[in-house]
């Protein structure tokens, strides 16, 4: 299943649920879990991210709506529970190599490279990186993940610095 029919089936879900639909949204969670149980058994870590993406903005826009009904409420509890297994299984997903992080033409690399002279914020890297936020935001925690940056708050920022030797 790729990104777009993750996106669907995701859509389909709010839909449904929106509309008091609750055996088709019961189809299509279950449908979703089992897309989540299938990318961890055969590890397809890219479609498990995108899995992620799409069930968080589904439970969000659901969330949104303030549908408190006891129907509503138990497909958000699904919702959450799925949520909750594909972030485990991401979690235990090992750090990617040194090497492949720091190769040239990659996100973490960039950001590697603008770390080289000092900690920076993430608005600071997104300038000097010339990556989306988006971007940023999903290099820094392979990064840290594979002990090559750290971060820790700093007011309103979170400062991140470069700990390792890639490069």
Do not use: F, Y
């Not at 971007?135 to 470069?162: F, T």
């Amino acid at each position: 299943m790729s990104g777009e029919a993750h996106r669907a089936l995701a859509d389909d879900i709010r839909v449904a649920v929106e509309a008091a639909r609750w055996t088709e949204a019961d189809a299509d969670l279950d449908t979703l879990a089992e897309e989540a149980a299938l990318c961890l058994v055969q590890d397809r870590a890219a479609d498990l991210a995108a899995l992620a993406r799409e069930v968080a903005r589904c439970h969000t826009a659901l969330v949104l709506r303030e549908d408190r009904s006891p129907e509503a409420m138990h497909r958000l509890g699904q919702l959450h529970a799925i949520a909750a297994m594909v972030a485990a299984g991401r979690a235990n997903r090992p750090a990617r190599s040194e090497a492949a992080l720091a190769r040239a033409g990659t996100p973490t690399a960039a950001v590697l490279h603008a770390l080289a002279d000092g900690a920076k914020s993430g608005p600071a890297l997104v300038e000097a990186t010339g990556l989306s936020h988006d971007a940023v935001a999903r290099a820094l925690p392979e990064l840290r993940a594979a002990g090559l940056v750290r971060s820790w708050p700093a007011g309103r920022l979170v400062m991140n610095e470069r700990t390792g030797s890639a490069g």
